[in-house]
Every structure is written in C-alpha cells, then in structure tokens.
T-cell receptor
C-alpha cells in the first residue's frame, strides 16, 4: 500500500480559478507537508500542517487535515499560469517508525492563461 | 535565502563505474537526506543522516550505496558500481529538525549508459 496518494493525478484549470488537490495516507503521522516541483527541478516546500492542526493558510494556499479520514487537501486560490507544476504531499509514518518523509505520486496542475 | 547546492547538475557514467554525487546542505541544518526520482515516477527516499551517521535508510539503499560527510560542509552519495536502473534524478535535502520542512537542492541527473 502507498503512503501519500494524491488525486486527481492531473488537473487542468483556467487562470483565476481555484485548484483543489487531495492526499490520502495510510499510517498515523506527526505532520503532513506539501511540496511543489516544476518540471525537472527540485522540490519546494510549501506548507506543513501538524497532526493536531486542522487547517492552515499561507498566502493563496489553504491546507486542511482530517486525521480521522487520513486525508488532506491543498487549495490554491486565484490560480496563475506560474502555478503550473506538480504538487506532492509527504508524510512521516508513525506506525513504521519512519521519520523521513515519504512522498506521494503527485498531482500535475496545468493552469491555462 | 539559504540554498542546498548539488554538483554536478548532470553526470553520465558507464555501467559498473563508481559515481559520487555531492551536496552542500544549509549550514545550520542538522538532518540531511538523499532522494531519487526515476523519470516520470515518484520521489523515493534513500537515506537520512544525522550526527555523522545514518539515521534511516530505505530498501533501495543497499550495499552499493554509501553516504559520507567528509568535512563540515559537504554531504556525498556514492554509488559503487552503477547499474542502468540507477539512472535518475538524485536530490539532496536538509532540514533543521525532522519535524520541519525540507530544503531540496536542484538535483543531479545521473545517466548510466
């Protein structure tokens, strides 16, 4: 089973629209993080939400966490063409004792100008 | 803003040869990581390093791999005898603590021919 699976796998929207990406995970966690990756580049940390938090905001980003459903969502409001990238959720894995992050498969977001 | 620096950006090597990938983590970070991403696939955890020793490793990180912090600034990943399937982007990351976001380098694209 996979820790950290995003859906949808791909999302195409128009500039100005909101983009919502979801992540599900399998084990208990300390925190869940979202990263962004432009094609062929390194990952950029966007936001971290701890297991005792339910919602967090950072600029145009809003992250929610539901530990009872083992799921998280990332909302990007008022999207821009520059938001085009792949977005990954990542978690530690309390049940296995893994502290290093395990990444999901990612959502490829295309924002059409 | 502090960066994680990786060199080289691209390395081509013959199958069976040894390669060393180099990273300079952020100076006040304590945890260092290597991840890899085969083209079109997930970002996979290889190893984490803390206090001059490996703290965690994945099943991918077998005897062909080793890591070292030879001085106060560099963090290296050595692949002893490269295989074709080792071709991937290798990312180095660092964090001040395991419960913080990671800062990733831009990666080294390793091509084994």
């Amino acid at each position: 089973s996979q820790q950290g699976e995003e859906d949808p796998q791909a999302l195409s929207i128009q500039e100005g629209e909101n983009a919502t990406m979801n992540c599900s995970y399998k084990t208990s966690i300390n925190n869940l993080q979202w990263y962004r990756q432009n094609s062929g580049r390194g990952l950029v940390h966007l936001i971290l939400i701890r297991s005792n938090e339910r919602e967090k905001h950072s600029g145009r980003l809003r992250v929610t966490l539901d530990t009872s459903k083992k799921s998280s969502s990332l909302l990007i409001t008022a999207s821009r063409a520059a938001d085009t990238a792949s977005y990954f959720c990542a978690t530690d894995e309390l049940d296995t004792g893994r502290r290093a992050l395990t990444f999901g498969s990612g959502t490829r977001l295309q924002v059409q100008p | 803003e502090p960066e994680v620096t990786q060199t080289p950006s691209h390395q081509v090597t013959q199958m069976g040869q040894e390669v060393i990938l180099r990273c300079v983590p952020i100076s006040n970070h304590l945890y260092f990581y290597w991840y890899r991403q085969i083209l079109g696939q997930k970002v996979e955890f290889l190893v984490s390093f803390y206090n001059n020793e490996i703290s965690e490793k994945s099943e991918i990180f077998d005897d062909q791999f080793s890591v070292e912090r030879p001085d106060g600034s560099n963090f290296t990943l050595k692949i002893r005898s490269t295989k074709l399937e080792d071709s991937a982007m290798y990312f180095c990351a660092s964090s001040p603590d395991q419960s913080y976001g990671y800062t990733f380098g831009s990666g080294t694209r390793l091509t084994v021919v």
